[in-house]
C-alpha cells in the first residue's frame, strides 16, 4: 500500500549555462542566450516525493513538516538567492541545467530519506520548463 | 494503446489529524497544530486518474461525464462541507491524514472501475502538499 | 507616482456560517451546508497590496520583508490551523464569511502601515470565490 | 541517469465528438453537447516529456530550445487556430476526443524523438479534464 | 464599507472574428488566423465581480450560491459548448471579440444585480488574453 | 464604454537590488540576501493592460497581436536573459527593485500607446511578491 507524499518549496537564483572548459564563443553557440555572462535567473520550484508504506502509527508515510525543514536545510539555504554557477559548489564544474540541478537535489536529499522510502526530484526552471529525477 | 484520462474535483472540509486511542497531549505531541481540538480545514483538490485502452467505439477510455458523476457521488456529497473526523464513517477510527483519505477515496472509486482499468488518485491538502496512490 | 506592492500569503482554517443569536435552523435554512455545525475549512489565499510613492532612498514602497512579517505576525499565527469561530476572538459575535474575514483583515493590518500608504486586501476563501475590501 | 524533461506549449481550436459513420442523432445521444454540429474548442494546454540520459557534453537530454522548435512545427502550426474535425486531416475519420489527439500528437513526434529517448504527451482539454499518453 | 465579492465560472466555446459585412478577405485581412471560417474555440474563464455594502443580517454582500446560479442560467447554458457566432443571438451582428463578450455579459447580468452593487465583469480568452468591463 | 485588456508576457533575468552610490555593506545591511554581489534572478511575469473605448470596426480596444508584438520589442527583447544591473540601462543608476521595473516598463511602453487609452503594468517578481503601477 505504497502512497507517494510530494512537497512543493521555491528557489530563486542566478546561472548561467557554461562549461569552464569551453570558450564564451562554444559556450554562446551551443546555450545561445542562455550562456549570457552576466547571468540571467528564475524563480525555482521545486517538488519533492517521496513514496512509501504508510506508518499505521500516525497515518504518515514522512512528516510533511521534516520534509518541509530538509528541503530548507538542504536546498532553500544553500541556494536560494544564490548565484548556482559562482556561490554553489557542486556547479564549480558542472553546467547548472535543469536537469544537472535536478540530480544535485536528489543526490543532497537521498542519503537523508530512509532507504525504504524511494525519492523523486521535479524542478521547474520556468512555469513551461521542468525536469524529473527519480534516481 | 493505454491512454490515461484525468479528472480534478475539490471539496472543502474540516479535520484534525487524531488517534482517538492516544491522549490530546500525546495527539498535539506529534501532530502539532494539525491536531488542535477544535479542528481546521482545507480545500482539497482531487485528480482521478484511470488507464485504459481507447475503446474505438467512442474513442474515449472512459467517459469524462461518467467520472465526473462517478466522483460526485462516491466523494463530493459524503465528503463536501463536512467534518471528516465526526462525519465521515470511514474516518471514525482512521487518522484523516492525506495520506489515508487518498486510500479511502481510492478504496470508494475502485468498485465502480471496471477491473480492465488501472486506477490512481492524486488529493492536493493545500497547494504545497499533495498525495498519490495506485492502490 | 504611485505604485501598489502586493503580497501573498495563506493559511488553514475551520469555521461555519453561523450568527449565535438565530436557532441552528435559521443558520442552516439561510446558510445551507456552509452552516454545517460540526464545521468544515478551507486553505486560504490572501493577498495584502499597499499603495504608496516608492522611496527613492531605497525604490521601495514598503519592504517586502517588513509587509511579510506583518502578515505573520497578525493573520498567520492568530488564524493558521486554527476554528475562526471558536478561536479567533474577532468572529465570537462576528459571522466569519469571507466578506467579514477580509475586513477584520483589514482592520488588524490598518494600524500597522503608515497613513501615507493605501491598503487593500483580497482573500480567496476558495479558488473560485474571492473577496477585496479596501476600507 | 534518466531525467525527463518536459516542455508546456497550447494551441486553441474548434472541434466536435462526431463520428461520421453515425446520424446526427447517434452521435448527439452518445456525446451530449460535446457533439454540437455547430463547434464548440477549447485552449487545449500540451505538455511534452522525453525522458533520456543526461549527454555529459552540455548537460541536457534533449535540448529545449529543439523541442519547442519541435512542437511547435508538428503541434502548433498545424492545430492552432484550426478546426480540427475540418482542417486536420489525421481526424478526418477519427473522432478527436481528447484520447485520440494525444495518440495523434504522440504519432506525428515520435518519429522526430531518438529512439533512445522515451516519450510521453499530457493533454489538458479544460483545467480540470486531461489524458496522457506514452506509446 | 463596501467589500468586492468575485465567482469564477467557465464555458468552452468555438467562434470566429468576423463581421457578415465584410467579404472573408477584408475579414482574413484585419482579423488573421482568429477569422478561420472553420472557426476555432476557447475555454473562457469568467470572473464576476459584485460591489456593495456588507448585509449586516447575513454578513454576505451577495449570496454567493444566488451568484453561481445566476451565471449559470445567465451564461453557461446559453454560451457552454456553443458557437458564439451562430447559436447565441447577440453575436448575430456583433463580432465575438474578447471585449465584445465581456460587455454582452455584462448586459445580460447587469439587471440581475440590485442597482445598488456595482458589477464588473473580467474574461480570459486565454491565460494570457483577458479583458474587464465595469458598464 | 471603457474596457480594459490585458496581456500576459515573461522574462527570465538577474538582478540585485544595489545602489553604486552605497557601499557593499550598506547594501547588504538595507537589502539583505537580495543584495547578493554574484546575483540571483526570477522568472518575471508580466501583465500589460490597456484601458479605452471599443472601436466599432473591429471590436478591439486594442489588437491584442500588436500588444503582443510591443511587449515583445520593449520588453522582452531588452530584458530577456539579461542581468538588469549590468546591462540594461535604465538601471545603471537606479535600484532594480520590482517598483523600479514597473515603472521602467510602463516608460517604455506609454509613448506607444494611444493617449486616448490608459495603460497600467503589473509585474510579478515571484508568483508570491508583486507590484503595479498606472502611471
Redesign the interface.
Known amino acids: 500500500?505504497?502512497?507517494?507524499?510530494?512537497?512543493?518549496?521555491?528557489f530563486?537564483?542566478?546561472?548561467r549555462?557554461f562549461r569552464p572548459d569551453w570558450s564564451d564563443e562554444k559556450n554562446a553557440q551551443?546555450?545561445?542566450?542562455?550562456s549570457?555572462p552576466?547571468?540571467?535567473?528564475?524563480?525555482y520550484e521545486l517538488i519533492v516525493s517521496v513514496t512509501g508504506e504508510?506508518d499505521p502509527e500516525?497515518?504518515?508515510?514522512i512528516d510533511?513538516?521534516d520534509l518541509k525543514e530538509l528541503i530548507k536545510t538542504e536546498v532553500d539555504e544553500p541556494f536560494?538567492?544564490?548565484?548556482l554557477n559562482?556561490?554553489v559548489p557542486e556547479f564549480k564544474n558542472?553546467?547548472?541545467?535543469?536537469?544537472?540541478i535536478?540530480?544535485v537535489i536528489f543526490d543532497k536529499l537521498r542519503p537523508h530519506i530512509t532507504s525504504a522510502h524511494e525519492l523523486s526530484v521535479t524542478l521547474y526552471e520556468?512555469?513551461?520548463?521542468?525536469?524529473?529525477?527519480s534516481g
Chains 1, 2, 3, 4, 5, 6 share one sequence.
Do not use: Q
Open positions: 500500500m505504497k502512497v507517494t507524499v510530494s512537497r512543493k518549496a521555491h530563486n537564483a542566478a546561472h549555462l551551443v546555450f545561445g542566450k542562455c549570457n552576466n547571468y540571467h535567473g528564475h524563480n504508510i500516525t497515518g504518515f508515510v510533511m513538516k536560494d538567492h544564490k548565484n559562482e556561490e558542472l553546467n547548472p541545467t535543469a536537469e544537472n535536478a540530480v520556468t512555469p513551461r520548463n521542468f525536469v524529473s529525477y
